[in-house]
């Protein structure tokens, strides 16, 4: 019977331990980019431009048509011919019927036809591929995407740690002052009031760290979910807030050309393709010609003998071009190009008015980080001083000097000054992640 139960337990343990991954920031966005569904998407989105570009090449290229018919007849058709034509004695008005053909007819052909001349086939040729550049750019814009909600979501469980580690250190500072405490009170040394307001910040911030374990496991899922991972599959973290929070940005020389920046490149591609569509509609009353070379092969047979070598089939063969003059579209073509002209300015308005919008979201995003780091700077110098206060006060409650309430606001100030800093880091390195994103450096 153990030797039964022995090779599930193995299996149960192996599979506990394949379903958990240590993910670094990198890692997860390595993960994400082959597991995210919105970024898959934008790849399967870049292949059917592939092919749509491979469509608009072969529509100018040679098509050979294959073809092959078969009738039979079972009444042959009947026509009448004026009796006169056999007699020339016969009433004018008599007629003679007759049957023409045979009852069994086959047909066998194949067909070239080639596109000489299109001014609406070249303009629909640049389109296509310019449609691809700009599927190219929506890709990589998505990429971009991808990875800032990745490094974001990472950002939040970095954080949500860190928080819940620095108030666990803090609870256990508390719980010896709160143990001294104890041991005060019952030597008379000060009142039991001061236990009691100890125990009540205790109780406190073991259910704020309570709050941060349940906030960190749910930020935990959210990145599972933006990087493709499954969600009853465990995932921990390989990185550590102070790992990351110290790449800077230099801002003194930064130097970025909105030209640059993959927004504006994508609008100016879908511009792009806005005036070759208009193009395109515009030459659409220059005429086409296109070419084309048939050969037929007949049987006429009044007996199913079609692969008889003895019977003949009888050929036709014949060339010739098209040529398409469009001639009176009763005002169509030129309400299409006029609203593709229409649709073009949209486009130059839409761009210079977005060219103006990412000057505008650089400048506040530059201001937004700086702003973040001064506010670090302050928020580290803030808790220095609240960690100082937290220890002169302590010293000065155990000597008798200090009441309990004093103490507990002392110790809440240096929480409160944690958690502040903790949020400028968050702070700084979302305003860091927005910066990159806009200049397409993640």
């Keep these: 019977m153990k030797n039964s139960i022995l090779p599930f337990i193995c299996l149960f343990i192996c599979s506990n331990v394949i379903a958990q991954k240590s993910f670094s920031i ?40 294959g073809s092959f018919g078969f009738q039979n007849y079972i009444d042959i058709p009947v026509t009448v011919i004026p009796a006169s034509v056999f007699n020339s004695q016969a009433d004018p008005n008599d007629f003679q019927e007759a049957q023409f053909g045979t009852s069994i007819n086959s047909t066998a052909g194949i067909r070239l036809d080639q596109l000489i001349f299109s001014a609406t086939y070249i303009a629909g040729l ?46 256990e500072n508390l719980n010896t002052i709160q143990s001294e405490t104890s041991i005060l009170v019952k030597e008379g040394l000060i009142e039991a009031i001061n236990e009691d307001q100890i125990n009540l910040l205790y109780l406190s911030m073991e259910n704020q760290i309570a709050q941060l374990d349940l906030q960190t496991k749910n930020a935990i899922s959210v990145l599972k979910y933006v990087i493709g991972y499954p969600q009853d599959s465990i995932l921990t973290l390989s990185e550590k807030l102070s790992s990351i929070e110290n790449t800077f940005l230099n801002l003194e020389n930064l130097q970025v050309s909105v030209e640059e920046l993959l927004d504006y490149q994508i609008l100016n591609q879908n511009r792009a393709l806005s005036l070759l569509t208009h193009k395109m509609n515009t030459v659409s009353s220059i ?38 003059i469009p001639i009176f579209t009763s005002g169509e073509s030129l309400s299409i190009t006029k609203q593709s002209k229409l649709n073009l300015k949209k486009a130059e308005n839409t761009l210079a008015m977005v060219k103006e919008g990412l000057i505008q979201q650089m400048s506040q995003a530059t201001k937004e ?74």
């Excluded at 059917?48 to 469509?55: K, L, P, S, T, Y």
């Design 26 to 65: 990198d890692e997860a966005i390595s993960y994400a980019t082959s597991n995210n569904i919105d970024y898959k998407n934008a790849l399967l989105d870049l292949e059917i431009a592939d092919q749509r570009v491979a469509e608009s090449v072969s529509s100018g290229l040679p098509k050979i048509k």
């Design 126 to 171: 640049k389109a296509a591929k310019v449609y691809r550049v700009l599927t190219e750019k929506l890709t990589q814009k998505s990429l971009l995407d991808t990875k800032e909600k990745v490094i974001a979501a990472y950002y939040s469980c970095l954080i949500f740690e860190e928080s819940k580690r620095n108030l666990s250190l803090s609870l």
């Design 287 to 324: 005429p086409s010609i296109s070419g084309f070379f048939s050969h037929q092969q007949n049987a006429l047979r009044n007996e199913f003998n079609l692969f008889s070598s003895e019977q003949p089939w009888y050929p036709t063969t014949f060339w010739g071009i098209n040529v398409s």
């Design 369 to 442: 980080y700086s702003i973040a780091k001064i506010a670090l700077e302050n928020d580290l110098e803030n808790l220095s001083l609240s960690k100082k206060i937290l220890s002169n006060t302590s010293t000065k409650f155990k000597e008798g000097l200090k009441s309990g309430l004093e103490l507990a606001q002392a110790q809440n100030q240096e929480v409160s000054a944690q958690n502040k800093l903790t949020q400028s880091k968050f702070n700084l390195l979302l305003a860091k992640l927005q910066l990159e994103k806009l200049m397409n450096k993640l």
